[in-house]
Structure formats: C-alpha cells, structure tokens
C-alpha cells in the first residue's frame, strides 16, 4: 500500500488547513487509519486515528475539539480538518495505514513521506 499526504503549508496562527492521505496499491487490505505527527527534537506522536468504517475516531489531547478526522473509502482517501492552528501544531504530519488480510493477519504498518505543516505566530 502506498501512500501520499498533501495539502500541508505555511499558515497564521488561528488559521486552518486539509491533510489528505491518498491510498494505491491492495487498499482492501487498510484497517485502521491514522495522522502522526513529529516536531523537531520530539518523538512522533498521534494526532488523530479512525476505524476502518469510519464509525470511531480518537484525538490526542492537544488536538481535540480543534482537529477533525475522516475517510472516504470510496475514494481511498483519508482528511485531517485543522482548524485554530497553533505554533506548537508545527510538525511533519504522517499518515499511516494498519494493514490486515484475513485469513493471515495484520502485516507491517504503511506510512507516508510526510508532509509539513508549519503554523507562524
């Protein structure tokens, strides 16, 4: 499975922007799906991740009631809606895939090659 991330720039504090992770390559496969992000000197940490259905999505702390995440898997596509931007969301996001077939199991996560969100004061 690969995936691509877009949709990250440079943008005032308050403001908002759309991440968008496109999946190609055996998509049936994708359970699970999330929004990583990791600033510089920090470890990456999750942002944000959502069922295969969509039905149940969790948010870090520090993200929630400000962030908002979704997928259209008619499209392959997943959204992070980021909305009052703060200096300290400045990071490369990374969309990531949690990957089952069954009858053999999970298989090793799919990221992507990130993209950067840089929010100003």
């Known amino acids: 499975v690969q995936l691509v991330e877009s949709g990250g720039g440079l943008v005032q504090a308050g403001g908002s922007l759309r991440l968008s992770c496109a999946a190609s390559?055996?998509?049936?496969?994708?359970?699970?799906m999330g929004w990583y992000r990791q600033a510089p000197g920090k470890q990456r940490e999750l942002v944000a991740s959502?069922?295969?259905?969509?039905?149940?999505?969790n948010y870090a702390d520090s993200v929630r009631g400000r962030f908002t995440i979704s997928r259209d898997n008619a499209k392959n596509t997943m959204y992070l809606q980021m909305n009052n931007l703060k200096p300290e969301d400045t990071a490369v996001y990374y969309c990531?895939?949690?990957?089952?077939?069954?009858?053999?199991?999970?298989?090793?996560?799919?990221w992507g090659q990130g993209t950067q969100v840089t929010v100003s004061s």
């Open positions: 390559g055996g998509t049936l496969s994708i359970n699970a």
């Open positions: 990531n895939a949690r990957l089952y077939v069954p009858p053999l199991g999970a298989f090793p996560d799919s």
């Open positions: 959502i069922t295969s259905g969509g039905g149940i999505t």
